[in-house]
């Protein structure tokens, strides 16, 4: 029972249902479980990122391109259905999917093959990303009237009272998870973060290890874009802008580290969850949305604190035990 109050997981987890209930006494209608279902379905998306920057995170890399990532495939496949509706909805999602995976793979052959940091890569190839929507767009938006209800509503529709959205996070959660834990790629990238040098004396490729992580990173953000279009029925420039922020927080939130090796799904979608509690919950109590960036921003900070801190702990124990060994 002490090991489990002590679990991340379990902390955060207590801690929304602490931050529930305070809402609650201000609004006890935001407790209603259809009102619980729909912030869950509003954090579909972040959860989604999260998870995909999760993989990049425990290689010790960041991937800052994923919102603008989501912009432009969120644009392409826009575009696409507006002009040529007669194509099927798989094969418009299936362009957006491999042009995210596309660009998911630059970002992992700079890092890989050409040995620059990926803040640095990704940094730049954000502002491409961004670039290139206001290119193919002329800094025009498509709007709902323009794209096909198909489109538009597939996500939207409800299996047994739950959206679309929300069944498709779920799916992708138990993928990632089922990668992390069960399959040789998903526990090389843990090794390829934990200790890079004795990853490679194990015969891992750290540098592929990241790359298959930023093409992962891609490959869900092309699927996100199809879905933040088609959830705001919209697509214009400045779409999902300064979302790479929610996304890092959740992961760090989550307890994922950003010395990387360390990180659960389940910590990852609480820490989304908890961003998704707060995002609703603001405007119910009367706190402007404005403050949403300085509330984001102070948890990551106090979230890397405890992070760091629990792993020194850790470190300290291990070193503790090294000694006894040898005494």
Known sequence: MANLLKNRETQLAA??????????????????PSNLLSVYTESSIL?????AQMLVVLTR???LSVAANVALTGMVVAMINSQYPELTLPLVIAAGVVLGTLLGMINGLMVWKLGIPAIVVTL????????????????????????????INTPRTEIFGVQGFAIISLLIIAAIYIFT??????????????????????GIDVGRTQFWAFTISG??????????????AVAYVDVALGFELQVVA??????????????TVLGC???????????????????SPFWQMAISGSVIVIAVIANSRAERKVGRIILRKATLARG
């Open 269 to 287: 979608v609480l820490g989304a969850l908890f961003l998704g509690v707060i995002n609703n919950a603001l405007p119910v109590i009367g706190i």
């Open 15 to 32: 801690v929304i249902v602490l931050m529930l209930v305070l809402i609650a006494f201000v609004n006890p209608d935001f407790i209603a």
């Open 250 to 263: 959740a992961c760090v939130i989550g307890g994922v580290s950003i010395m990387g090796g360390i990180g």
């Open 47 to 51: 959860i989604i990122l999260a998870l």
């Open 61 to 63: 890399c960041i991937d």
């Open 219 to 232: 490959m869900l953000s092309g699927l996100c874009g199809y879905l933040w279009i088609s959830r705001y």
């Open 124 to 151: 730049g190839t954000m502002s491409i990303y961004r670039g290139i929507v206001f290119l193919i767009s002329n800094g025009e938006w498509v709007n709902s009237h323009e794209m096909s209800l198909a489109f």
């Open 181 to 202: 834990e069960k399959r040789p790629l998903g526990r090389e990238m843990y090794a390829a973060g934990n200790s890079p040098t004795a990853a490679f004396y194990t």
